[in-house]
């Protein structure tokens, strides 16, 4: 008989084409929505915290906007990157995007893909997808590694966590979780409802902490809710295995085109959520090794 195979070394499924229809959308947040994907027969090959891509020159009605945007940027514009927020297990695949904004002097061109994902795209609209990869995937041996796993998410960057999420929760019994999720205010939290029916479902393995920065209201008084930024003292204190724990870490970083603005200006970029959880992390001592990161920037 021959021996199986190591999943981390075995040969990576081929990334191929895939043609799927969205059968439903789920609006998520005010700018955040859910695509449900059919998929037909394809056998689906994906590990939690897989991407799939999408090219913009698909869709029709972003024709000119792209001929446009290529005469300005003078590069074609590339395929976009969307993170399952499904996991393996479940019966269809989804992607769950946010909606980009336009800020007048400080974003250089108007996003192009993210609003017309959330607001345009209806059930029945076929779309061709690219998956699936990425490096920030679960290790099948996580069990082995540890039995506290760290996700610390930004806005639209608990997608690939909430695949992780489900997934570990459902296969890997040994391991608890620890979801430090940061936000502008109660509106903007992705899957709310799903992570409180996570929580009550596995109350010994999975604690949800929102750190919400501009939330004016009342905030319910419960320890696990904090106003503010996510700062190394709220690490400090979920976190008290800083040294065994494994950490996802998901949300907005710092740009290329960030740093190209700064250095333009002669300085240096502003830390984003990413960088400041990066500092964080390392201050409290959890090796850079047990670190996974994915920036969405
Ligand atoms: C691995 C990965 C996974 C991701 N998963 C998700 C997910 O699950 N959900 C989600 O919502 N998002 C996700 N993203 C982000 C997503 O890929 C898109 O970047 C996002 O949706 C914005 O796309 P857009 O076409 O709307 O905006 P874009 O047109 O790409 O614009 C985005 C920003 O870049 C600026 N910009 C673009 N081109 C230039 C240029 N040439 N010079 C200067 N500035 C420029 C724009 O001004 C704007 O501020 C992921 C990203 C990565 C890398």
């Excluded at 393996?88 to 992607?95: C, F, G, K, Y």
């Excluded at 709310?192 to 501009?214: F, G, M, N, T």
């Excluded at 970029?269 to 001592?285: C, D, K, N, W, Y």
Aim: proline residues 7%.
């Amino acid at each position: 008989m021959q021996a199986p195979l190591d999943p981390e070394t075995a040969p990576r499924p081929k990334i191929k084409d895939l043609e799927v229809m969205v059968g439903e959308v789920v609006r998520e947040t005010p700018e955040a929505a859910t695509l449900v994907l059919f998929t037909g027969n394809d056998r689906l090959e994906y590990r939690p915290g897989h991407f799939l891509t999408l090219e913009p020159q698909q869709f029709r009605a972003l024709e000119r906007f792209i001929a446009y945007f290529e005469d300005c940027k003078g590069t074609k514009e590339q395929a976009r990157a969307y993170s399952l927020s499904s996991a393996p297990h479940e019966r269809s695949l989804a992607i769950t995007i946010k909606e980009e904004r336009y800020v007048p002097g400080i974003t250089r061109y108007p996003p192009l893909l993210s609003p017309l994902l959330v607001w345009d795209t209806l059930p029945g609209t076929r779309l061709v997808v690219t998956g699936f990869s990425g490096p920030y995937v679960l290790p099948h041996d996580i069990e082995s590694r540890t039995d506290h796993l760290v996700h610390m998410c930004a806005g639209s960057g608990i997608v690939p966590n909430m695949s992780i999420l489900k997934h570990a929760l459902h296969q890997h019994l040994k391991v608890r979780h620890t979801l430090i999720y940061a936000n502008r205010v109660w509106e903007d939290v992705i899957f709310r409802q799903q992570l409180d029916e996570l929580a009550a479902a596995h109350p010994k393995r999975l604690r949800i902490v929102h750190a919400l920065s501009r939330e004016k209201k009342r905030l319910r008084s419960s320890s696990d809710v904090r106003r503010g930024r996510v700062t190394e003292e709220i690490i400090r204190e979920f976190v008290p295995d800083p040294s065994s724990v494994e950490v996802f870490v998901c949300g907005p970083g710092v740009t290329k085109f960030d740093r190209l603005a700064a250095k333009e200006k002669g300085g240096e970029p502003q830390r984003r959520f990413l960088e400041a959880v990066m500092t964080h992390l390392a201050s409290i001592g959890v090796p850079r090794g047990r670190i996974h990161r994915e920036s969405y920037g």
